[in-house]
């Protein structure tokens, strides 16, 4: 064992150490295990927010759309999803149609009312499930929007409501509501409104707040009719075998039609926004929280200082007998290494311990605040090396000063008094 180990481990090993350089010592040690600890929760729990937010995105919608600028367009679309079908990276399509409504509630029949702003989404049932998860969440489960089981006479077309819509309204299942579209040019001039009654048949819920607040699903052929072709978007859904591959296979799928016709988009696209910015705010709240550990690498720096006061005579002996400047530099710096070193294990230790328990107790979120309603704890081993590693170099950048200042004392002035 070289001489400047075995005496760098001595001096974090001795009783002889007065109380207060202990004491700092104690207190490096816990700012790096507070700072490492702190990040390893507060990235995890970010990289949780941003799964669980891409997952239920990506469920929600389709991984890729193709929709029709024209009526022309319109008429060709199953022949146009039939050849997008084609592509092998493509595993299904769905039609639909989109459009922008009002939806009113008589709460009180003649007396109060409810009225919201939604999007409504016309679908085929069937094909619409190898698309999008949202269909299996449907509850009750349906197979179609008929509503021949109902038993009173009034056969009206059958919608599914968003879950925390639904509860908005204050509306049940088996309830009438209209959809009112906005005012289309009739042809004597005169702007109208179109309105239709439809029987609630079902909830759906996906945990995003703003598709569960805001969306509602009726059957294709009604929202064909319902919507005219300028008041609402037209086109397919797609689902991807790899949806990280949306924006090449968008490309394909463009380059595939080559028509203005039709434009396309995906779901990266579409949230690209969104998932810039939780990048970013990872990366300041990384470089802000690494301001800890920099606390910490100061009071690792005032340690050292201290310790180099009171071992100034054994410097000066080791001088005397010949030690170098290199190896009286790296007895400091071994024993600030190892104190960041216990500090970051500590640090990851109760980090991961605190993910634990964190995954098991479950963090519930307001959902009109934060888009979803709970939040997953993920932990990357890339981000557990990242900081482990940047607490580590933060503490042997700590210990270049205060080690620097030690292999300088002249062993003539360190034992002139002893």
């Known amino acids: 064992m070289h001489y400047s180990l075995w005496i760098g481990l001595r001096h974090l090993g001795t009783k002889r150490r007065s109380g207060f350089v202990s004491r700092v010592t104690l207190v490096a040690v816990g700012g790096t295990f507070v700072g490492v600890a702190t990040l390893i929760i507060v990235l995890s729990l970010m990289n949780g927010f941003e799964k669980e937010l891409r997952d239920r995105i990506v469920e929600f919608n389709t991984h890729a759309l193709v929709f029709s600028r024209t009526k022309e367009a319109w008429d060709k679309i199953d022949s146009v999803a039939a050849k997008v079908e084609k592509i092998p990276e493509v595993i299904s399509t769905s039609l639909f149609v989109r459009g922008e409504s009002l939806i009113y509630y008589e709460l009180i029949p003649g007396v109060k009312v409810k009225i919201k702003g939604v999007i409504v989404k016309g679908v085929n049932l069937e094909r ?3 698309v999008s998860t949202v269909i299996d969440s449907f509850k009750p489960v349906v197979n179609s929007f ?5 038993e009173d006479e009034e056969q009206k077309p059958g919608i599914v409501l968003g879950e925390d819509l639904a509860k908005s309204l204050r509306i049940s299942i088996g309830e009438k509501v209209s959809l009112v579209t906005a005012p289309t040019r009739l042809q004597a001039g005169v702007m109208n409104p179109r309105t239709r009654e439809f029987r609630v048949i079902a909830f759906f819920k996906t945990g995003v707040y703003e598709f569960d607040s805001r969306f509602a699903y009726i059957d294709i052929s009604e929202a064909k009719d319902f919507f005219d072709l300028e008041g609402s978007t037209r086109g397919f859904g797609i689902k991807l075998n ?6 090449k296979i968008d490309t394909k799928i463009q380059d595939l039609l080559h028509s203005y016709e039709y434009g396309t988009n995906n779901w990266i696209r579409m ?9 970013v705010e990872k990366i300041l709240m990384f470089l802000l929280l690494a301001l800890i550990i920099m606390v910490a690498a ?3 720096v005032g340690m050292l200082t201290m310790v180099i006061m009171e071992k100034r005579s054994e410097i ?5 007998m010949g030690a170098s400047s290199g190896g009286i530099m790296s007895i400091f710096m071994i024993e600030g290494t190892i104190i960041g070193f216990i500090g970051t294990l500590l640090g990851v230790i109760g980090g991961l311990t605190a993910t634990i328990i964190l995954k098991q107790i479950h963090l519930d979120l307001p959902p009109d605040v934060y888009f979803i309603d709970t939040l997953p704890v993920v932990v990357k081993g890339m981000d557990i090396l990242m900081i482990s590693v940047a607490s580590l170099v933060i503490s042997i950048i700590a210990t270049v000063y205060p080690s620097w200042e030690a292999c300088h004392v002249l062993p003539l002035e360190a034992i002139q008094y002893d």
Do not use: M
């Not at 008929?146 to 109902?150: A, M």
């Open 271 to 279: 949230n690209s926004n969104l998932f810039s910015y939780i990048k």
């Open 128 to 130: 619409e499930s190898n």
């Open 146 to 150: 008929d509503v021949k089981w109902f």
């Open 316 to 320: 000066g002996i080791l001088r005397s």
């Open 242 to 247: 790899d949806i990280y591959q949306a924006d």
């Open 298 to 300: 100061f009071n690792l």
